[in-house]
């Protein structure tokens, strides 16, 4: 219809100006044909009845009639008074000319949209339903006992905040059953303690032998007594290092498929220890002495092996000493090592490379204290050594790499042999009860 419109505002241009009969000629062929004017008043050769031409006159806006073939518009131009009315015709063909083309311009547009929506649906359905799988996965795994996976989240917002969730999850469930194992272990490990003074304790009761002579019904109730409660706190020490064996092997099981990493103060784990080792020293009348634990000496190991290491050293020497005898706890830092030293003015240890073993304790022990400990040093890059002491009786060395200097290509025995020469007694006082070093 815009061509027609064209068209006839030619021809009525040249009819508005009185451009004459030659001159509505010239411009109909300027319009290129299909125009009729209509001069007042006629209505031959037109496509329209007279009644639509005359009806078109009277009016002043154009008007559209539909016609066989097509559509005439009618245009009204009034010069004069006088009101003619000039007539385009706009055939069927050329209204329907580039409307296939743009419906199928439409179709395509339509069609490129629905493909991309679905690529883009089945792209984010896809990553949303492999997102729900991993997660479905990963929470049977953990129901199943295996606290060790994780996933990476992915997908849309909400499903990536879930995987975040549940990999917090899944830490603090590993973190809460280390950390209750190693409690169990540490309790168990600590009750050796005053199971070994109720054991000394019984030994210096009289005998419990019953079949030595005669005795009164009171005598033998006494002895009897004794010899139940020495049996108790046998079976009671077989049920504790049943108890250390169990949690300890659990947790070095757990640490074997995910190492700790960790950095901690062996100073501040020394003087942390030491706090409750020495009341039970002041208990049993032993003196003792802290040095080099001033200042921080960072380790690379996990605080809570440490502790435990230093505890199983520690306890040794409170188990298999008597009682008054005299100990010492001391750092070395030197050529990248760190020395975790425990001597004591003991009896000693007869078969130092049997005592490393776990489990050859020769005092019926888990041999668990010295196993910890090597444990721990070797987690540290370090070593665990035995030795006489300038005390008299054991040295145990726990060799731990320096946090803050990495460590020399040095021989580590070298930094035992000359921890062992700073030893001499000639140059070491004698042991004072608890000192600020504490």
Same mark, same amino acid.
């Given at each position: 219809?815009?061509?027609?419109?064209?068209?006839?505002?030619?021809?009525? @241009?040249?009819?508005?100006?009185?451009?004459?009969?030659?001159?509505? =000629?010239? *411009?109909?062929?300027?319009?290129?044909?299909?125009?009729?004017?209509?001069?007042?008043?006629?209505?031959?050769?037109?496509? #329209?009845?007279?009644?639509?031409?005359?009806?078109?006159?009277?009016?002043?806006?154009?008007?559209?009639?539909?016609?066989?073939?097509?559509?005439?518009?009618? /245009?009204?131009?009034?010069?004069?008074?006088?009101?003619?009315?000039?007539?385009?015709?706009?055939?069927?063909?050329?209204?329907?000319?580039?409307?296939?083309?743009?419906?199928?311009? %439409?179709? +395509?547009? !339509?069609?490129?949209?629905?493909?991309?929506?679905?690529?883009?649906?089945?792209?984010?359905?896809?990553?949303?339903?492999?997102?729900?799988?991993?997660?479905?996965?990963?929470? !049977?795994?953990?129901?199943?006992?295996?606290?060790?996976?994780?996933?990476?989240?992915?997908?849309?917002?909400?499903?990536?905040?879930?995987?975040?969730?549940?990999?917090?999850?899944? =830490?603090?469930?590993?973190?809460?059953? $280390?950390?209750?194992?190693?409690?169990?272990?540490?309790?168990?490990?600590?009750?050796?303690?005053?199971?070994?003074?109720?054991?000394?304790?019984?030994?210096?009761?009289?005998?419990?032998? $019953?079949?030595?002579?005669?005795?009164?019904?009171?005598?033998?109730?006494?002895?009897? +007594?004794?010899?139940?409660?020495? /049996?108790?706190?046998?079976?009671?020490?077989?049920?504790?290092?049943?108890?250390?064996? $169990?949690?300890?092997?659990?947790?070095?099981?757990?640490?074997?498929?995910?190492?700790?990493?960790?950095?901690?103060?062996?100073?501040?784990?020394?003087?942390?220890?030491?706090?409750?080792?020495?009341?039970?020293?002041?208990?049993?009348?032993?003196?003792?002495?802290? #040095?080099?634990?001033?200042?921080?000496?960072?380790?690379?190991?996990?605080?809570?092996? %440490?502790?435990?290491?230093?505890?199983?050293? %520690? +306890?040794?020497?409170?188990?298999?000493?008597?009682?008054?005898?005299?100990?010492?706890?001391?750092?070395?830092?030197?050529?990248?090592?760190?020395?975790?030293?425990?001597?004591?003015?003991?009896?000693?240890? =007869?078969?130092?490379?049997?005592? !490393? /073993?776990?489990?050859?304790?020769?005092? @019926?022990?888990?041999?668990?204290?010295?196993?910890?400990?090597?444990?721990?040093?070797?987690?540290?890059?370090?070593?665990?050594?035995? *030795?006489?002491?300038?005390?008299?009786?054991?040295?145990?060395? !726990? %060799?731990?790499?320096?946090?803050?200097?990495?460590?020399?290509?040095?021989?580590?025995?070298?930094?035992?042999?000359?921890?062992?020469?700073?030893?001499?007694?000639?140059?070491?006082?004698?042991?004072?009860?608890?000192?600020?070093?504490?």
């Amino acid at each position: 219809m815009s061509g027609a419109e064209q068209r006839s505002a030619t021809v009525a @241009g040249a009819v508005a100006a009185n451009a004459g009969k030659k001159g509505i =000629d010239a *411009a109909v062929t300027a319009a290129g044909g299909g125009v009729v004017v209509h001069a007042p008043g006629t209505t031959r050769n037109s496509r #329209v009845s007279a009644e639509e031409l005359v009806a078109a006159a009277r009016g002043t806006a154009p008007v559209e009639v539909d016609v066989d073939g097509g559509v005439v518009r009618l /245009q009204p131009v009034t010069v004069g008074g006088k009101t003619s009315v000039v007539e385009a015709f706009v055939a069927d063909a050329e209204l329907d000319e580039g409307t296939a083309r743009a419906w199928w311009i %439409l179709l +395509g547009i !339509m069609l490129a949209l629905i493909i991309g929506s679905v690529i883009v649906v089945d792209r984010l359905a896809r990553g949303a339903v492999a997102s729900v799988r991993n997660l479905v996965h990963a929470a !049977m795994a953990v129901g199943g006992g295996d606290l060790g996976v994780r996933i990476q989240p992915s997908g849309p917002r909400e499903l990536a905040e879930a995987g975040y969730a549940f990999n917090r999850m899944a =830490d603090r469930l590993v973190t809460s059953r $280390t950390s209750e194992r190693e409690l169990v272990a540490d309790l168990s490990h600590r009750l050796r303690t005053p199971l070994t003074v109720l054991r000394l304790d019984a030994e210096a009761l009289d005998p419990d032998d $019953t079949h030595i002579g005669e005795f009164s019904a009171a005598e033998l109730d006494r002895r009897r +007594g004794i010899r139940r409660i020495r /049996q108790a706190i046998i079976t009671l020490e077989g049920e504790v290092d049943q108890l250390i064996n $169990t949690t300890r092997a659990a947790v070095a099981a757990q640490v074997a498929d995910a190492p700790e990493e960790g950095l901690c103060d062996a100073a501040e784990v020394v003087r942390d220890r030491m706090v409750f080792w020495s009341a039970l020293a002041g208990d049993q009348n032993r003196q003792y002495r802290v #040095v080099g634990a001033q200042l921080r000496i960072p380790v690379p190991v996990a605080r809570a092996e %440490l502790a435990a290491a230093l505890d199983a050293v %520690l +306890g040794n020497v409170f188990r298999y000493t008597p009682q008054g005898t005299a100990f010492e706890v001391g750092l070395t830092r030197r050529d990248g090592w760190v020395g975790l030293r425990v001597d004591d003015a003991g009896p000693g240890i =007869d078969d130092p490379e049997k005592a !490393m /073993q776990r489990g050859q304790s020769e005092q @019926g022990s888990t041999g668990l204290g010295l196993d910890i400990a090597r444990r721990a040093a070797q987690a540290a890059g370090g070593s665990v050594s035995l *030795a006489r002491a300038a005390m008299g009786g054991a040295s145990v060395v !726990m %060799l731990l790499a320096d946090a803050d200097a990495p460590p020399k290509q040095a021989s580590r025995f070298g930094l035992v042999g000359r921890l062992a020469r700073e030893r001499d007694p000639a140059k070491r006082k004698r042991p004072q009860p608890r000192t600020d070093d504490a």
